[in-house]
Nanobody
């Protein structure tokens, strides 16, 4: 079992920045690829970014490329999402997720993830 706890959400003005963090516990963190997803009000949850267990590979959805950066620290069992140039359409609950994998790659589908955090709210005002 892996427990994931997100933090760092809040209210920010458009063009501002936030850094989300996700702390993992319970299993060997470096065995898990990690991802960030988000769910806006009235919409389905969508993929945002992913990072392989080694951190070598990352992938960001087109709508956040150049603005968001996913990273991880295996020594601290944390994964982060640095968000810059935020837009009102980035408003959502952000979830981190863990995928057990021996393949050092990234995953973009919800069903590929085994564990989920409870989410943290990000609100971007215009």
């Amino acid at each position: 079992q892996v427990q994931l706890v997100e933090s760092g959400g809040g209210l920010v003005q458009a063009r501002g920045s936030l850094r989300l963090s996700c702390a993992a516990s319970g299993r060997t963190f470096s065995n898990y690829a990690m991802g960030w997803f988000r769910q806006a009000p009235g919409k389905e949850r969508e993929f945002v970014a992913a990072i392989s267990w080694s951190g070598v590979s990352t992938y960001h959805v087109d709508s956040v490329k150049g603005r968001f950066t996913i990273s991880r620290d295996n020594a601290k069992s944390t994964v982060s999402l640095q968000m810059k140039s935020l837009k009102p359409e980035d408003t959502a609950v952000y979830y981190c997720a863990a995928s057990f994998s021996t393949y050092d790659g990234v995953f973009v589908e919800e069903y590929q993830y085994d564990y989920w955090g409870q989410g943290t709210q990000v609100t971007v005002s215009s």
